[in-house]
Structure formats: C-alpha cells, structure tokens
C-alpha cells in the first residue's frame, strides 16, 4: 500500500477526512508511520490487524500510542470487534474467500450506519488478482479452498513452477483464473451481489489497487482525476 500513498490514498484522505481508519495486513516502516501521523492528526484511530505478527513496533511509534490498536486476529474474526470504521485498506491473506467475506462484512456495516467507508484492496492484478494465496490453508473451508502447493509463480503461467518462481514458500492454488480464484474476482463478485450503489476504481500498477467508495458524480469525478495523473 506504501507505493499508493502520496499519488492516491492520502489524497483521498484528505477530501474524505476519514476518522477511523482499519488496516489488514501489516503495515510496514514509513507506511505505518504516514497512517498514525494521519490519525494523530485528526484525532483519529488505527486499527491493525495483523495475525502474523508481521507488524512490528519500534520508538518511532512510541508518540502515537493512543492512537494505535494493534489486533492478533483473522481479520473475520477482528472487524466484528472494531465497531464502525470509516476507511478499510485490505492487503492481508490474498484468497478470495477471505476478500469475499471481508467486503461482506463491511456491506453489513454499511447498511446499519447508512454510510459506506472508503476501500482500499491491494493486489488485485498478478499475481493475486486471479490466483488465491492461503497464509493458512487450514483456516479456508474446504469448499472455498483450491487444490494448492507451496510452490512458486511465473508470470504468464497458470500452472505453479516446477522450481523456484515468486514466493516460492507460499500456499498457492495451483492453477490462475477460474471461480471464486483470486482478489480482484472476490471483488467483482461482491460488487455484482450488493445493492449498495458502488463505484470501482483499478489501478493496475504495483500489483494493483481496488478502490471502492459509494457512487458520487462529486467524489467520483475526483477520483477520476487523481488515478489519471498519478504516474501509476
């Protein structure tokens, strides 16, 4: 997500002026420092949800404490515990029964609080956008997982490497494209389901970025706008 802030999120941020803010999958470094600064800033609170422990904490964050909440969990498992939350960067466990359900669980919120929050989904081109990539298979249902092997990818190439290839140690499907494969399909699919009025921005660099917000002519002109010059 780092590689989207200055040209895209923190612009959005600006108009929108988010308050609470939910983070899946850890944010790193320089990342995690613009996202508390942020909620410093508007009396805000960050919410991270990281069940790796991939997050970690270090001095510099020691001024941003009040304003940091740090969640072991599945993320299925952490937003119920949240409440309402009014921006959700979603670039954690890249599988779309995981995806599918975490936009779900948003549109729930939605519907109770009247307002659709800010969405961001990394991820949705290659290699993720169309293959799934389990941190844990044994926490997907059965009936939502692939066949997988912790083998490589190749660009270009649905089948997984024989040796070697992108992230080699991962839990991948083992075969690209298909149903319920991938985030961007997990996207799409809650997208064509909701009957909440929704706009869908794709940027393609960068492993991709979803953007989803509520269908506005004033906030999707700007969008528009912003992802046309951004460089990305």
């Not at 954690?92 to 948003?106: A, P, S």
């Not at 869908?200 to 660099?205: A, I």
Request: charged share 25%.
């Amino acid at each position: 997500m780092n590689r989207f802030w200055n040209q895209i999120i923190s612009l959005l941020f600006q108009k929108e002026q988010p308050k609470r803010v939910v983070v899946i999958g850890a944010p790193h470094g320089e990342n995690a420092i613009q996202l508390l600064h942020y909620c410093q800033n508007r009396d805000g609170q960050l919410f991270i949800i990281d069940p790796f422990s991939a997050f970690q904490e270090d001095e510099r964050m020691e001024a941003y404490r009040p304003y940091m909440h740090v969640m072991r969990e599945d993320s299925l498992e952490a937003l119920p515990n949240i409440g309402s939350f009014d921006a959700v960067l979603i670039d954690g466990d890249h599988n779309w029964y995981t995806v599918y359900n975490e936009l779900k669980y948003i549109e729930e919120v939605a519907e109770k609080s009247g307002k659709f929050p800010l969405v961001f989904v990394h991820d949705t081109e290659w290699p993720y956008g169309r293959r799934d990539l389990y941190h844990d298979p044994e926490i997907i249902p059965a009936e939502f997982r692939h066949p997988f092997a912790q083998k490589g990818l190749v660009f270009g190439q649905s089948e997984l490497a024989d040796q070697g290839g992108f992230c080699e140690l991962a839990y991948h499907a083992n075969h690209e494209n298909g149903e319920r494969n991938g985030v961007l399909t997990a996207v799409e699919d809650f997208l064509g389901e909701t009957n909440i009025p929704l706009s869908f921005f794709r940027l393609t660099s960068n492993n991709g970025l979803g953007i989803i917000t509520e269908a506005n002519r004033d906030s999707d002109t700007y969008i528009e706008m912003i992802t046309k010059h951004s460089g990305l």
